[in-house]
């Protein structure tokens, strides 16, 4: 059975593969993924080859464009941003989502982030909300960015 780990450069091919599965209706270049794990190592894991999470810390209202670079980290962050978390099929319900949630709330918690926030896609915000997320409404400028993520897309924050 897999387990997290911290995430290294040379894991950066198994998450282009799973990726390339998991959000094949949202591809983003392995740029960004190599520069999410360069900003913050701290809020990138691996799940043995199955699945991966990347986190920032990030501003509340202004999560970054689908496939955008960052350049830097803000600097006042208000939350930790979910940049993505992807487990395989036939690897999902065994616990790998919620333990994953749990370690992000503790790493937010340790950098005093009194939040988490992300952009649901592929009609997952009923499982971000047993999570404790909740859908927030924004301005056009947030509007404007989760278009980058599809139809679907809901920005929601869940605070700590």
């Given at each position: 059975?897999p387990?997290?780990r911290?995430?290294v450069?040379?894991?950066?091919?198994?998450?282009?593969t799973?990726?390339?599965r998991?959000?094949?209706?949202?591809p983003?270049?392995?740029?960004?993924?190599a520069?999410?794990l360069?900003?913050f190592?701290?809020?990138?894991?691996?799940?043995?080859?199955?699945?991966?999470a990347i986190?920032?810390?990030?501003?509340?209202?202004?999560?970054p464009?689908?496939?955008h670079?960052?350049g830097?980290?803000?600097?006042?962050?208000?939350?930790?941003?979910?940049h993505?978390?992807?487990?395989l099929?036939?690897?999902?319900?065994?616990?790998h989502?919620?333990a994953?949630?749990?370690r992000l709330?503790r790493?937010?918690?340790?950098?005093?982030?009194?939040?988490?926030?992300?952009?649901?896609?592929?009609?997952s915000?009923?499982v971000?909300?047993?999570l404790?997320?909740r859908?927030?409404?924004?301005?056009q400028?947030?509007a404007?960015?989760?278009?980058?993520?599809?139809?679907d897309?809901?920005y929601?924050?869940?605070?700590?």
């Open positions: 059975m387990v997290w911290p995430m450069a040379t894991d950066l091919p198994t998450v282009m799973i990726a390339a998991v959000h094949a209706d949202y983003e270049h392995e740029a960004v993924f520069e999410r360069a900003l190592a701290a809020g990138c894991a691996m799940l043995g080859q199955v699945g991966y986190a920032h810390p990030g501003v509340i209202g202004a999560p464009p689908l496939d670079l960052l830097t980290l803000p600097r006042r962050p208000d939350c930790l941003y979910l993505d978390v992807a487990i099929d036939g690897h999902r319900g065994g616990g989502g919620r994953m949630h749990q709330c790493l937010a918690r340790s950098d005093d982030l009194p939040r988490l926030a992300l952009v649901a896609v592929n009609h915000e009923a971000w909300r047993r404790g997320f859908a927030q409404a924004g301005d400028a947030l404007a960015k989760l278009q980058s993520y599809g139809p897309a809901v929601m924050v869940r605070d700590l």
